[in-house]
């Protein structure tokens, strides 16, 4: 599309001003399917209240008008998991500080994202060995079950802390969703970071339990967790329980001088057994909104880290993004790079409200080799991925794009976080993946133009 189009311009002159076109980016892609959920989402609004939206600036214009009308219109939708309906939308009178969302209402995270408990595959942990384990969406549920029970064996109650500090694997994401359905309260730090990080973290939230494991490669660099874990467990006194989860080479990490600790299947042990005849189903703690989900950490750059409190329904705004501006749905697939510290870790597991397949990866595919980052999408299917601006930009420098090999049939959407993309990076992946996404790079259906 060249810089004269007159839809072009329409797009964007809301943007930018008349004189000042030529900094305009360029539109790389035009979806092809227009059927997509934000069109629905559309109508749906438009039965819902009797209107109709001659354009999708006049739809965008009443989304944030009308903004309690407009979440209430996403949790019907979305049709989201409750036990009591809420009164009130949003309480207008009510101040930034002391605003309070979907009054009297009673859910559970945890339960939002368990709706689905079939054969479809919820999550599919891999590493650089291609140690492939796909998880369906009835096996999450019921590792689920089998965690929540372990942990309320432990004593563990609604308000509880529990911490987490391990490379991206699955039993992070099993073990933060059984803290949800009990109504407890999870935290994550970087397994990047070191020994005196982590504890200027935890110290703050004084967790019960830690789900760790043992070291790791990311990047090119070691990561030896071993022997940062005795000294982080020994200066936590609230710990009650440290669950190890070893790696494929079945209890290879020797941790008998690590305070407290535990294997995770010793852990989950007498639960499993517990449970293997009992239909009962998993008791999700029915909560308020705006109850404690998860404490995220700032970097720490100016002072101590500092602790950002997340609701049981964070995952919320997810569903918009993910839902109605990726267009996901429970055919796609999506790849996660982040483990558990990043706030995009957090993001990606909300996106199984939406019934997808997560693929976790435990490691750096694209430091691995020149090409197994896209050996990964061709293989899983993966249809959006989420990669660092930092990492785009080491696949620019080293040319590491994906070759005639790849057919990336399934990718729809390539989007750099975390950090702005520098200019370069886009051409880089316009040119070699002819897909990107970002707050400088957009992909509009083309009804949207007309």
Request: negative net charge; hydrophobic residues 35%.
């Amino acid at each position: 599309m060249s810089l004269g189009d007159d839809k072009y311009h329409r797009f964007f002159k809301k943007m930018l001003d008349e004189n000042d076109l030529d900094r305009l980016p360029r539109i790389v892609y035009y979806p092809k399917n227009e059927e997509t959920q934000l069109v629905r989402f559309q109508r749906f609004v438009e039965k819902e209240h009797n209107i109709k939206f001659s354009d999708y600036w006049k739809f965008h214009e009443w989304t944030y008008k009308n903004f309690p009308e407009f979440w209430d219109c996403v949790w019907r939708f979305f049709d989201i998991v409750h036990s009591k309906p809420y009164t009130e939308v949003y309480d207008r009178k009510n101040g930034f500080e002391s605003m309070e969302w979907f009054k009297g209402a009673r859910l559970n995270y945890a339960e939002n994202l368990l709706k689905y408990r079939d054969s479809k595959v919820a999550i599919i942990a891999t590493d650089y060995e291609d140690n492939d384990d796909p998880v369906t969406y009835k096996e999450l549920y019921e590792e689920v079950r089998v965690y929540a029970k372990a942990m309320r064996d432990e004593g563990i109650q609604k308000g509880d802390n529990i911490a987490c500090y391990m490379s991206n694997k699955k039993e992070a994401v099993i073990a933060f969703l059984a803290t949800a359905a009990i109504g407890a309260v999870w935290s994550g730090t970087l397994p990047l970071l070191g020994t005196k990080s982590v504890l200027s973290r935890f110290e703050q939230i004084k967790p019960k339990i830690l789900f760790t494991a043992g070291n790791f490669t990311f990047d090119d660099k070691k990561f030896n967790l071993m022997e940062r874990l005795h000294e982080i467990t020994a200066d936590i006194p609230s710990l009650e329980r440290v669950v190890f989860c070893p790696g494929k080479k079945n209890r290879d990490e020797d941790i008998s001088g690590i305070n407290k600790c535990i294997y995770i299947s010793d852990f989950l042990k007498r639960a499993r057994e517990e449970l293997q005849d009992d239909p009962r189903e998993l008791e999700f703690e029915q909560l308020p909104f705006d109850h404690p989900l998860s404490v995220s950490f700032t970097s720490g750059t100016t002072g101590e880290p500092k602790g950002l409190v997340h609701s049981a329904g964070m995952y919320f705004a997810s569903l918009k993004d993910f839902g109605l501006h990726h267009n996901c749905t429970r055919e796609d697939v999506l790849y996660n790079q982040s483990p558990v510290g990043w706030i995009s870790w957090n993001m990606l597991v909300n996106a199984l409200h939406l019934g997808l397949t997560l693929v976790l990866y435990d490691g750096d595919p694209v430091t691995e080799s020149p090409t197994r980052f896209w050996d990964l999408v061709d293989k899983f299917g993966i249809t959006s991925t989420y990669l660092w601006s930092s990492t785009v930009e080491f696949m620019d420098v080293h040319g590491w794009g994906p070759t005639p090999k790849h057919s990336l049939k399934t990718l729809k959407q390539l989007i750099p976080m975390g950090s702005p993309v520098k200019p370069s990076s886009f051409e880089f992946l316009t040119e070699k993946s002819s897909l990107a996404c970002s707050a400088a790079q957009f992909m509009v259906p083309l009804k949207y133009l007309e």
